[in-house]
Nanobody, 120 residues
Framework: QVQLVESGGGLVQAGGSLRLSCAAS????????MGWFRQAPGKEREFVAA????????VYADSVKGRFTISRENARNTVYLQMNSLKPGDTAVYYC?????????????WGQGTQVTVPS
């Protein structure tokens, strides 16, 4: 059974930074692409960023490009999302996801989410 546990969310002022972490267990982490999604109140869940199994390839939503960085540490079975220059529009629950296929497919497993709040 795959388990994904996010941490690092919180309240931060506009222009600030946060780093989210997602610890994975129950599967050979190094074989799987990983991603981050988010869901704001009243909106659908949306893609934020993804990283290939080896960490050499990444992709970002246009809304976060240049501000967010996804990375992974396979020795720790952990994926990170460094978020800089945060805006009120980044307020959402952030979810970690694991892909059985590559990140061009749909995620197969989800974490429980961590809240990020950027007050206006």
């Amino acid at each position: 059974q795959v388990q994904l546990v996010e941490s690092g969310g919180g309240l931060v002022q506009a222009g600030g930074s946060l780093r989210l972490s997602c610890a994975a267990s129950g599967r050979t982490f190094t074989r799987n692409a990983m991603g981050w999604f988010r869901q704001a109140p009243g909106k659908e869940r949306e893609f934020v960023a993804a990283v290939s199994s080896g960490g050499t390839s990444t992709v970002y939503a246009d809304s976060v490009k240049g501000r967010f960085t996804i990375s992974r540490e396979n020795a720790r079975n952990t994926v990170y999302l460094q978020m800089n220059s945060l805006k009120p529009g980044d307020t959402a629950v952030y979810y970690c996801a694991l892909y059985i296929g590559g990140y061009s497919t749909s995620p197969n497993y989800w974490g429980q989410g961590t809240q990020v709040t950027v007050p206006s």
